[in-house]
């Protein structure tokens, strides 16, 4: 799953690159864990709609980027602001996530020619003095109807994406104590820890991970899976 994507979406930097992009994750050669039970289809208390629950997120460059469910209009407050709605949903036998961005201007605040052009791309609405941008990317996380596999290990679900390269991208699907959830993803981090596991392709892309299922369990045990984004299952 690799977007490239309009300037904006470079704007979203590290919080959503990591997750839309396959390059930053480690990849596996064979679905994991290999002893994990094989499930067919979601169960239905994991089927729904899961709302990204953080309610901001820092960047690189000093911007701030708010959750539009938890802050509203408080954009009317701000010369310009960015907000982001991400969600997931899960069907019986499909899980594709959807990020909606948002820009917002004070059109009597800043230089609107130089805004529209960087928003080009955007579809753009009008609200009072403020100029509205908005975009949308969406993606599979994983389809049982096809390569894709779910496994079952020690109460953790795992979703094994079949990738182009022909290689398993591996997302862990958590449910915690507080009663949110949490997709969560290998890292750069993660594939230094895996280091001496990595197999060599040969091709311009990446090397995938060989681990035992004994392996695979001490990389989980010793905080794989470092990048989480916590959810929220909607009540509706």
């Not at 596999?149 to 020690?154: A, F, G, H, T, V």
């Not at 022909?166 to 594939?191: C, G, P, R």
Request: net charge positive; hydrophobic share 35%; aromatic share 16%.
């Amino acid at each position: 799953m690799y977007f490239c994507k309009m300037e904006f979406i470079k704007k979203l930097s590290f919080i959503l690159i990591v997750f839309i992009t396959s390059c930053s994750r480690v990849h596996f050669d064979t679905p994991m864990p290999e002893k994990g039970n094989l499930v067919k289809a979601f169960p239905l208390d994991i089927v729904g709609t899961y709302y990204y629950a953080d309610s901001t997120m820092n960047k690189d460059d000093k911007e701030l980027f708010y959750n539009k469910n938890y802050f509203g209009e408080l954009y009317k407050t701000r010369d310009s602001i960015n907000y982001i709605s991400a969600d997931v949903t899960i069907s019986a036998t499909l899980a594709y996530y959807n990020i909606n961005y948002y820009a917002f201007y004070n059109s009597s605040k800043v230089d609107t020619a130089r805004v529209a052009l960087k928003h080009k791309n955007d579809k753009k609405t009008i609200d009072g003095n403020y100029l509205i941008f908005a975009g949308n990317i969406a993606d599979t996380l994983l389809n049982l109807s096809k390569e894709d596999k779910l496994k079952l290990y020690n109460g953790t679900y795992y979703f094994n994406h079949f990738d182009t390269h022909k290689d398993w991208e591996v997302f862990q699907f958590v449910t915690n104590k507080d009663h949110s959830y949490s997709i969560n993803l290998t890292n750069a981090e993660d594939e230094l820890q895996l280091k001496g596991y990595m197999v060599d392709t040969n091709s311009s892309f990446n090397a995938y991970a060989h681990l035992t299922d004994e392996k695979f369990k001490e990389f989980v045990q010793k905080g794989g899976f470092r990048t989480k984004y916590k959810l929220r299952k909607s009540r509706m």
